[in-house]
């Protein structure tokens, strides 16, 4: 059984960093895109970035400049590193694999499998 594994939330200020790791278990997986997504309380899930088959990335214009997507191929591990980080920020986080070549898309209703989630707070 596919499982992504999310890992790297917590709790921390305004101005702080967090990254997040999300890693598949359970399937083999030569190619493939990586969106992370989020959910605040009471929002919609939206899209925060995504990471192409070819590593190209994407990001939500509210996250640009702050938060970066990449890829390490020998751990087979998608990360999401989070740079000066702000209150709205806070949210469950997601990450979402779509098989094969794929350039992944805004839209998470496309991706084949999900992360559990989660949870970044900034407070201060």
């Known amino acids: 059984q596919v499982q992504l594994v999310e890992s790297g939330g917590g709790v921390v200020q305004p101005g702080d960093s967090l990254r997040l790791s999300c890693a598949p278990s359970?399937?083999?997986?030569?190619?493939?895109?990586m969106g992370w997504f989020r959910q605040a309380p009471g929002k919609e899930r939206e899209f925060v970035a995504l990471?192409?088959?070819?590593?190209?990335?994407y990001y939500a214009d509210s996250v640009l400049g702050r938060f970066t997507i990449s890829r390490d191929n020998a751990k087979n591990t998608v990360y999401l590193q989070m740079n000066s980080l702000k209150l709205e920020d806070t949210a469950v986080y997601y990450c979402?694999?779509?098989?094969?070549?794929?350039?992944?898309?805004?839209?998470?209703?496309?991706?084949?499998?999900w992360g559990q989630g989660t949870q970044v707070t900034v407070s201060s």
């Open positions: 990471i192409t088959w070819s590593d190209s990335t």
């Open positions: 359970g399937g083999t997986f030569s190619t493939y895109a």
């Open positions: 979402a694999l779509r098989r094969g070549y794929s350039s992944g898309s805004r839209d998470w209703s496309l991706y084949d499998y």
